[in-house]
């Protein structure tokens, strides 16, 4: 009896064994099963729930308090510079004064980094500026030539009416594999850089963000006379004391092409401003609860709508009016307007681009700026796949 009980209970645990192997064994089977059929960049994937490895995981932040104007004009003549046309370069040598009018502090800095690369600062705003343009010519021909426009590139913004604005950065996929997603943080702001200069950001009363929005039908600023640079109207904003007084600021500027620039201040004020030749600086709300804003105005919108359907709309300009809906919309309903909510939002469809059917125009980056918390979250990918780095003064 003592020894078929001991074989028994050895029979027991051997089995016991044999189990804990197995679910080892197909565990580890399974995982690197997944691992080896997960998706990378570039690969296309479902319209929804797509899903892939992160190229960058969160943003790489450069902490420069304490360090003052001249350590920062010596890191950003580390940042890699775009190439520029000589039209552009022409229309950046004239902004250089407008562009001190609207943020001396900036353009002072940008100098001091000029000279350390051995460029004039000119280069460095043409750098700034070019791909703008570019896209903006190609949109143009496009339509012209009544073909699809593949070309146009943009983003989502929103800003909520407690200090919180943010946005997805729309871009061609290769910008993700290339370009990593650098955030530096100075005693009074904290922006992304991009081109060698200061792109979107938040000071410690403003945050601002930016859309394309193009000239398809319209003109360009290229030749405008009070034509500054975009990275003059971030510097101008991280410095403004409220919205109200940064639209003071920029009241009479243009730029190369039309541009919207959505803001949110820490009194709670918003606003979506568009700047364009035909119309000058112009701000729009939403509602009381925030501003929205894509890649067109609402003319455009309107012109383009009675010729064409929303889905051939859409399909057109990568979702731009459904993404302005699906915004708006989530003002609207949404109980919560938080940096969780926002996130939310901004991972979902159609505001959330993913590469889908050879179509590699999608969602590289997401930024979002709380004025009130004094924090900014910045994604070095799809934030759907690599997540939020938050940086605070």
Known sequence: MINNTLVLNNNSE??????????????????????????????????????????????????????????????????????????????????????????????????????????????????????????????????????????????????FNNGIVGQTNDLSLATSLTDHTTVVKTDDSIFVVADGAHFQGMGKHVGIVINFMGAPAGEDGINSENLVTVDAIFAAATQAKSVDAFLNTIKDVRTIIPFNFTLADDQGNHAAVEITVENGVKAIQYSDRGSVHANHSADFKQAFLTEHTAIEANTAFFSTFAREAAAANFLDYSPELTVESMQWLFSQRPINMTKYKGKDFVTVEAMIFDTAEGCAYVSGDNPNFAGYSKVCF
Not at 38 to 61: K, M, S, Y
Not at 97 to 115: G, L, Q, T
Not at 143 to 152: F, G, S, T, W
Request: net charge negative; aromatic share 6%.
């Open 14 to 159: 051997i089995f016991e064994v044999i189990m804990k192997k197995t679910i080892l064994a197909l565990t580890l089977t399974a995982s690197f099963s997944a691992f080896a059929t997960t998706p990378v960049a570039g690969d296309d994937l479902p319209f929804f729930n797509a899903e892939r490895q992160a190229v960058q995981h969160g943003a790489i932040v450069k902490d420069m308090t304490g360090q003052g104007q001249v350590a920062l004009a010596q890191f950003m003549a580390t940042q890699p510079l775009g190439e520029f046309s000589e039209p552009v370069l022409k229309a950046a040598q004239h902004a250089v004064e407008n562009n001190r009018k609207i943020a001396p502090d900036y353009v002072a800095m940008m100098e001091a980094s000029a000279k350390i690369r051995g460029v004039e600062v000119a280069e460095l705003f043409a750098s700034v500026s070019q791909v703008d343009y570019s896209v903006n010519q190609a949109v143009k021909s496009s339509m012209q030539a009544e073909q699809d426009v593949e070309e146009i590139k943009g983003c989502t913004s929103i800003a």
